[in-house]
C-alpha cells in the first residue's frame, strides 16, 4: 500500500466515522423524537375526550339536580294536599254528626 493509499485510508477513517455517528444518533433522535411526540398527541386526544365527558357529565348532573328539586317540591306539595284533605275530612265529619 502506497503512502497516499494509507493518507486516503487514514482521511476517510476520520470523517467518516464522525458523519456515520452523526447520522446514527439522527436517526435514533429523530425516532425517539417521533415517539415522543405521537405519545403527545395521543395524550392531548385523550384529555380532549376526558373534557368532553366531564362536559356531558355536567350538564346531565345540572338536570337531575333540576329534577331532585322539583320531586322534592312536589312531594312537599302532595303532603301538605295529603294534610289538606284530612283537615277536610274532619271538617265534614264534624258538619254531618250536628
Known sequence: ???????????????????LGSITVGTVGYFAGRKKI?????KLEVDAEVAKIDSITRNFQALIDGY???I??????????RQEVKMLRQALDKRTRI
Open 1 to 19: 500500500m502506497t503512502d497516499e493509499e494509507q493518507r486516503f485510508l487514514d482521511a476517510v477513517k476520520d470523517y467518516l466515522a464522525p458523519i
Open 38 to 42: 405521537n405519545a403527545e398527541a395521543e
Open 72 to 81: 322534592e317540591d312536589l312531594t312537599r306539595e302532595v303532603e301538605m294536599l
Open 68 to 70: 331532585e328539586r322539583r
